[in-house]
């Protein structure tokens, strides 16, 4: 159990549909990174969070938005949901920005079916 | 850029044996970690072992151990006495160095596919 706790763990939505997808760190963490895997994709970063502010985005489309709360849990908003959007997205979280040597931790992931 | 090759998309290992699985990497960074990850089939994503580009010794926890080796910019991991548990995807990832506000994500390979064989 890495300490990284990711729900629903498995969602079936229609398209055009909109999930929220939910994460909360390891106690301590104050960094957390969504991650999406698809199997044309590989895993692609998506976006991070430290301590409530962004610090930075990747293959984010526009449709997907995210935040991270005061108390350090963290939503990933997918909107207007298309076939492709079908995958595991992965909550990850870390002590904190700078710290070279420090881990990054998965949660099991929650897997996003588009029907 | 950073890149992480991993160019064995399979593998298979008899059960007992050892296995090395291939990683080289891409930076202009000084400073960077080196991580390995273990996806079984049920898909959540183990932390398995951490090398940093500064550690002087190769990192080893448990059956895993990282051949680090830098100047061929090369991170293989080695599992020791292949367990059928073992069987899973293995993806070997980068983060570089982190500045001021900068970002400390990580950067994937493609994984390796290993089967062991009883």
């Known amino acids: 159990d890495s300490g990284v706790t990711q729900t629903p763990k498995h969602l079936i939505t229609a398209t055009g549909q909109r999930v929220t997808l939910r994460c909360s760190p390891r106690?301590?963490?104050?960094?957390v990174y969504w991650y999406q895997q698809s199997l044309d994709q590989g895993l692609q970063f998506l976006i991070q969070?430290?301590?409530?502010?962004?610090?930075a985005k990747g293959n984010i489309l526009e449709r997907f938005s995210a935040q991270q709360f005061p108390d350090l849990h963290s939503e990933l908003n997918l909107s207007s949901l298309e076939l492709g959007d079908s995958a595991l997205y992965f909550c990850?979280?870390?002590?904190?920005?700078?710290?070279?040597?420090?881990?990054?931790?998965f949660g099991e992931g929650s897997w996003l079916t588009v029907v | 850029a950073q890149k992480i090759t991993q160019t064995q998309p399979g593998m298979f290992v008899q059960e007992k044996e050892a296995v090395t699985l291939d990683c080289t990497y891409d930076?202009?960074?000084?400073?960077?970690?080196l991580f390995w990850y273990k996806q079984p089939s049920s898909g959540e994503m183990i932390f398995l072992i951490y090398q940093g580009s500064y550690d002087e010794q190769n990192a080893t926890e448990g059956r895993y151990s990282l051949n680090f080796q830098k100047a061929r910019k090369s991170a293989n991991l080695v599992i020791s006495a292949s367990q059928l548990g073992d069987s899973a995807m293995y993806f070997c990832?980068?983060?570089?160095?982190?500045?001021?506000?900068?970002?400390?994500?990580?950067?994937f390979g493609t994984g390796t596919l290993l089967a062991v064989q009883p």
């Open positions: 106690s301590g963490d104050l960094s």
């Open positions: 930076t202009s960074d000084q400073s960077y970690g």
């Open positions: 969070y430290y301590n409530g502010e962004e610090r």
């Open positions: 990850a979280s870390s002590v904190a920005v700078g710290v070279s040597g420090n881990t990054i931790y």
């Open positions: 990832a980068m983060r570089g160095t982190v500045y001021g506000g900068a970002t400390n994500k990580l950067i």
